[in-house]
């Protein structure tokens, strides 16, 4: 089954304890990106990849770092986390040879940072 | 840069009935995709109907269409005969047509929520 998938899906910490979210997709998309939901803001870009090893800054990565070492994985780091980026986390792939470049979203993390 | 409105936080419906969500948006480009996306209440999300921009048919799937006014710039969804499983927040969102980099970037509204009473 083609899917996007986001480990762990909920995540409780404290105030400056570095976390990894991951996500993953079994799809060979070469387009991956993170978003962020907030309540009254709708979701905004964190950062996205174009491709292995190209990875560019979205509307809102300040606190946060990813990587792109494989073409599946596009994991979220935290190094220090911090209580304003308790958030509702997407990850989202596209095949970009496609048309519409639909993309397809994981399941979401919730994250709570106290 | 482009933005995307959606003025109507939460809308109610009875079940069997139809009901309209809007949305508007502004943007300097001619060629762009629109979509609306649901979210239920298991936070996934799910796209429910896109449209491209240089077509002037409006899209439709099943019991969801789109009223798209390009010169308004208006992407309103209509979903008839609502169901309970409707219900859920929904999101408009914007995409521009030229590939590559940050262009791939969806821009979303704030989401209206949906309920549908029975």
């Known amino acids: 089954e083609a899917q996007v998938t986001q480990n762990p899906r909920y995540l409780i910490t404290v105030t400056g304890k570095k976390l990894t979210v991951t996500c993953s997709q079994n799809m060979n998309h070469e387009y991956m990106s993170w978003y962020r939901q907030d309540p009254g803001l709708g979701l905004r870009q964190i950062y996205y990849s174009m491709n292995v090893e190209v990875t560019d800054k979205g509307d809102v990565p300040e606190g946060y770092k990813v990587s792109r070492k494989e073409k599946r994985n596009f994991p979220l780091i935290l190094e220090s986390p911090s209580p304003n980026q308790t958030s509702l986390y997407f990850c989202?792939?596209?095949?970009?040879?496609?048309?519409?470049?639909?993309?397809?979203f994981g399941p979401g993390t919730r994250l709570t940072v106290l | 840069a482009q933005t995307v409105t959606q003025s109507q936080p939460e809308m109610s419906v009875q079940e069997a009935e139809t009901v309209t969500l809007s949305c508007t948006y502004d943007t300097s480009e001619s060629d762009y995709y629109l979509f609306w996306y649901k979210q239920p209440p298991s936070r996934q999300m799910i796209l429910v109907i896109r449209q491209e921009a240089y077509k002037q048919q409006n899209a439709t799937e099943n019991r969801f269409s789109v009223n798209f006014q390009k010169a308004a710039k208006s992407f309103s969804l209509k979903i008839s005969d609502s169901q309970l499983g409707d219900a859920a927040m929904y999101f408009c969102a914007y995409r521009s047509m030229n590939y590559g980099g940050a262009t791939n970037k969806l821009i979303f509204g704030t989401g209206t929520l949906l309920a549908v009473q029975p």
């Open positions: 989202a792939s596209a095949y970009l040879a496609s048309s519409s470049n639909e993309q397809f």
